[in-house]
C-alpha cells in the first residue's frame, strides 16, 4: 500500500500496533490505534504526551474520540465499502464542527473515481494499492476544479 | 427554459469522459462489476432483464424542441424505435449496448443533456409540477428553485453515496401536481405575511413501506434553502440505516426517531454546518428566473374554437386547460392510447412532436409524472389544427385524467425486479374502458399499476392501485383503494385477497360499479365517494359477487 497526498506519493510514517501489544504506555507517536486500542488505553488513563494516530471503520461511531481530538495527528477514516459514504459526512465534522487541523486519511475500499469528492470534502492523504497510483492520478487530472457547490 | 452556462457544459463534458473511462476500465476488466455498478448507476445506467437501460435526465421534465428530437434520434439510432417516458419525468432507453452508452452521452451533451443522477444512491432528478408558471394560482413558478437545487446536488462530494436514493419535488401551487408527499423531501412553496419562502416535507415514500412525509419546517427563507437541504442531508447520511436496504430511505430513519427528534437534529446540523457561501442571494436567484420567463405571448380573447367534430370536441374538453395568459390553453398529449404500453413514445412521434412543438408551442414540451406530455402556450386559434395534426400521430388520446390514464412501471416485460407483469394490465384496463362517453361518466380517477412491491408504478397511492404479486408461479393481483399522491395524499387500503389476472378487469368493474351505484351526484368522484363511504361498502359488492359468480 501507498499514501497518496493529491498526486505525490508519501511517506507512511504510521504502524498499526498489533493487538496483544499494546497499553497506555506502548505506544509511539508513530502507532495507528484502532477505535477499540485507544478506548483501551484511554480507560487506563493515557501517560504520554505525544500525538499519534487512529483509525476508525466507517461503520463505528466516531463520538468516543471527540473530546480528545488533540490527541491525534492523524485520524484515517476507513470505508468497509464504498458505497459507505458516511466518512464524507464525518469528515466534515471533524473539520467544521471540531475544528481538526491534522491529516486525515481516507483508506479501506475506496475507488479512484471518489478521488476528487474525498479531497473535497476534506481529506488530505489516501491510502491505495501501489499498482493503482496511475489511475486515481489520471482521475484527479481529469478534474479541472469547476464544481456546483461552494 | 433553462440554457447551459459555460460552467454547466464543461461539468457535463468532463463527466462524459469520466465515463467513458470506467466504461473503458469495465470492458477490459480493471473495474469488477460490483465497482462498476455504483458508478453506472450514477450515470443513469442500469442493467435490466435483457439487456441496459439507459435513463436520461428531463430537468423537472422540461424539454426543447431540439432536445425532443434527440431523444428521437438516439431512440433510431441505438435503441429499437422507441423510448418510455417514466414518472420521474425522465425518459428510458431499454435496449442500448455498454460499448455505446459513452456515445450516447456524447449525442446528448450536444443538446444539453445527460443521464447523471438518475440512478444510483444520490439525489435524484428534481421533480417539479408539469404545469409549472403557466397556472394564475401558483404562488411562484418552482422550476428556478429546482435548477438551483438541481446544480447544488450535481455530483455533491458529500452525498454521492447516501443510505439509498434520495427524491426532492418542489411546487409552487396548492393544488399539488408532484406527488409530493411521496418524496425524500417536498418542497411546496407558500406565501406568508407577503414574503415567499417554503413548506418542507420529509420522509414520504412508497416501496414497501410506504409513507406520507411530514413537515418539518413551516416556512423556510429562499436564502436558507440550500443550507437547510444540507442539513437534511447530512443527518440523513449520519443516520441513515445501511444495514438493510429496504430499510434505508429516509422514510425509515424519520418514522424511527420519530419527526420531532429528527427536526431538532436538522435544526442542529442547520446551525452548525450553514455555509455563508452556499447563502442564495437576490441576484443569483433572479438571474436562474430569467431563464424561465414566458415567451411572448399576446392576451387575447380568443376562446378555444367550437366544432361539430365530436372527437375533436372529446379532446378539448379533456386535454386542454386554460392558460394564465388569455387567449391560450396548455394541452396535455395522451401516451396512453388503448392497448399501448403507457408512457411509450416512438421516434417518429418525438420527432413529429418536436416539429409541432416548434410550430404550436414555441418549441416546449414538458413530461408529467403521470408519464403523459405537455405542450405548454398555444393559441386557441391553432387548436383545431394542432388536434388533426396529433390526431394524426395517434397522440389525441382524450384520456387525461380518466380511468385508461393510467400509471405503470415497466413490470416484469423489462425489470429483473419484478413479480409480475404491469403493462399488459394497463393495456386491458385501456381496451375495457375504451369509448371516452363510458369513461367520462366515470369522471376523474387515478389507476396506479406496479410490477412487484418497490411500487415504482406508485400503486399505493393509486385511487386504485394495482400491485403485482408471483404466488407459485402465478401471476397475481392485489388491489388498494382510497389511495391519493395530491395535496390530501394517502395510503390505499388493501381491499382483500388478490385477483388472477383473468379475474383482474371484472374485479375493478365491480369497484367502478360500487362507486357508481353510491355516487351522490354526477361530480362527485371516486375517491370523495371512497372516503365518505368506506371500504367496507367496496369490499362486500366485491368479495360477495365474485364468489357468487365462482
Ligand atoms: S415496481 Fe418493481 S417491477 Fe415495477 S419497475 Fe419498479 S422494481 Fe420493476
Not at chain 2, 16 to 35: C, D, M, S, W
Not at chain 2, 146 to 152: L, P, Q, S, V, Y
Not at chain 2, 416 to 430: D, E, F, V, Y
Not at chain 2, 538 to 549: E, M, P
Request: charged share 25%; net charge positive; hydrophobic share 35%.
Amino acid at each position: 500500500m501507498i499514501i497518496l497526498e493529491r498526486k505525490t506519493e508519501k511517506l507512511n510514517k504510521y504502524k498499526r500496533i498489533t493487538n496483544e501489544f499494546f497499553s497506555a504506555n506502548d505506544f509511539l507517536p508513530t502507532s495507528l490505534l484502532s477505535l477499540y486500542q485507544w478506548q483501551e488505553i484511554k480507560k487506563q488513563g493515557i501517560k504520554k504526551n505525544f500525538q499519534l494516530a487512529i483509525e476508525i471503520n466507517s461503520d463505528e461511531s466516531s463520538e468516543s474520540i471527540k473530546d480528545s481530538l488533540k490527541k491525534f495527528s492523524m485520524i484515517q477514516l476507513n470505508f468497509k465499502t464504498f458505497k459507505d459514504g458516511r466518512p464524507f459526512t464525518l469528515v466534515k465534522e471533524l473539520r467544521i464542527e471540531h475544528k481538526f487541523k491534522g491529516e486525515i486519511r481516507a483508506s479501506g475500499h475506496i475507488l479512484p473515481d471518489q478521488y476528487v469528492f474525498l479531497l473535497r470534502c476534506g481529506f488530505d492523504t489516501v491510502e491505495i494499492k501501489k499498482e493503482d497510483k496511475e489511475i486515481w492520478i489520471e482521475l484527479l487530472n481529469l478534474d479541472n476544479g469547476l464544481y456546483y457547490q461552494p | 427554459m433553462y440554457k447551459y452556462s459555460n460552467i454547466d457544459k464543461k461539468i457535463i463534458a468532463d463527466r462524459t469522459k469520466q465515463f467513458q473511462n470506467q466504461v473503458e476500465r469495465r470492458l477490459n476488466g480493471k473495474l469488477t462489476e460490483e465497482e462498476f455498478k455504483p458508478l453506472r448507476l450514477m450515470n443513469g445506467l442500469y442493467l435490466q432483464l435483457h439487456a441496459y437501460m439507459l435513463r436520461v435526465a428531463i430537468p423537472y421534465g422540461e424539454l426543447s424542441s431540439t432536445q425532443l428530437r434527440k431523444l428521437a434520434f438516439i431512440a433510431d439510432k441505438f435503441d429499437r424505435g422507441y423510448g418510455h417516458f417514466t414518472t420521474r419525468q425522465n425518459i428510458q432507453f431499454n435496449w442500448p449496448k455498454l460499448p455505446e452508452v459513452p456515445e450516447i452521452l456524447d449525442q446528448l451533451s450536444e443538446v444539453e443533456m445527460h443521464a447523471i443522477q438518475t440512478s444510483g444512491n444520490c439525489i435524484r432528478n428534481i421533480s417539479s409540477d408539469h404545469l409549472a408558471g403557466l397556472t394564475a394560482e401558483e404562488v411562484e413558478d418552482p422550476r428556478p428553485w429546482c435548477e438551483i437545487i438541481r446544480k447544488w446536488s450535481t455530483f455533491h462530494p458529500e452525498f454521492s453515496f447516501l443510505p439509498r436514493k434520495f427524491k426532492i419535488a418542489v411546487t409552487g401551487c396548492l393544488e399539488d401536481r408532484t406527488a409530493l408527499l411521496v418524496h425524500d423531501i417536498g418542497l411546496r412553496l407558500i406565501k406568508k405575511n407577503n414574503v415567499i419562502g417554503f413548506e418542507v416535507f420529509v420522509g414520504g415514500g412508497q416501496g414497501r413501506t410506504p409513507h406520507i412525509a411530514k413537515m418539518i419546517r413551516s416556512f423556510l427563507s429562499k436564502k436558507d434553502l440550500l443550507n437547510y437541504l444540507e442539513a437534511i442531508l447530512t443527518t440523513y447520511n449520519q443516520l441513515g440505516r445501511r444495514d438493510n436496504i429496504y430499510k434505508a430511505r429516509i422514510k425509515i430513519l424519520v418514522n424511527e426517531l420519530g419527526v420531532q427528534k429528527f427536526k431538532s437534529l436538522v435544526e442542529k446540523n442547520f446551525v452548525k454546518f450553514s455555509n455563508e457561501k452556499l447563502k442564495l442571494d437576490k441576484n443569483t436567484i433572479n438571474d436562474i428566473f430569467n431563464f424561465f420567463k414566458l415567451p411572448k405571448l399576446k392576451y387575447s380573447s380568443n376562446k378555444l374554437p367550437i366544432s361539430k367534430n365530436k372527437k375533436f370536441n372529446e379532446w378539448k374538453q379533456q386535454n386542454t386547460l386554460p392558460h394564465k395568459i388569455s387567449g391560450y390553453s396548455i394541452v396535455l398529449i395522451s401516451l396512453k392510447p388503448p392497448g399501448k404500453p403507457p408512457g411509450d413514445a416512438d421516434s417518429r412521434q418525438m420527432q413529429e412532436l418536436a416539429n409541432i412543438s416548434d410550430d404550436f408551442s414555441f418549441g416546449e414540451i414538458r413530461v408529467t409524472h403521470e408519464q403523459n406530455l405537455v405542450l405548454p402556450h398555444v393559441n386557441n386559434t391553432q387548436i383545431y389544427q394542432l388536434w388533426q395534426q396529433l390526431d394524426i400521430l395517434k397522440l389525441a388520446t382524450p384520456n387525461i385524467g380518466l380511468i385508461s390514464d393510467t400509471i405503470c412501471c415497466p413490470g416484469m416485460d423489462y425489470c429483473a425486479l419484478a413479480t409480475a407483469r404491469s403493462i399488459p394490465i394497463s393495456q386491458k384496463i385501456g381496451n375495457n374502458f375504451k369509448k371516452y362517453f363510458d369513461q367520462k361518466s366515470i369522471g376523474d380517477i387515478k389507476i396506479k399499476i406496479s410490477g412487484c412491491i418497490n411500487a415504482c408504478g406508485h400503486h399505493h397511492v393509486g385511487n386504485i392501485g394495482i400491485l403485482g404479486l408471483d404466488r407459485n408461479g402465478e401471476e397475481f393481483y392485489q388491489i388498494t383503494l382510497g389511495g391519493s399522491a395530491k395535496e390530501d395524499a394517502a395510503i390505499g387500503q388493501i381491499i382483500g385477497p388478490s385477483f388472477s389476472e383473468k379475474k383482474l378487469i371484472s374485479a375493478i368493474r365491480r369497484i367502478i360499479k360500487t362507486y357508481r351505484k353510491n355516487k351522490k351526484n354526477a361530480s362527485e368522484d371516486f375517491l370523495s365517494v371512497f372516503r365518505r363511504i368506506g371500504i367496507e361498502a367496496f369490499k362486500k359488492d366485491l368479495y360477495d359477487n365474485t364468489r357468487k359468480k365462482n
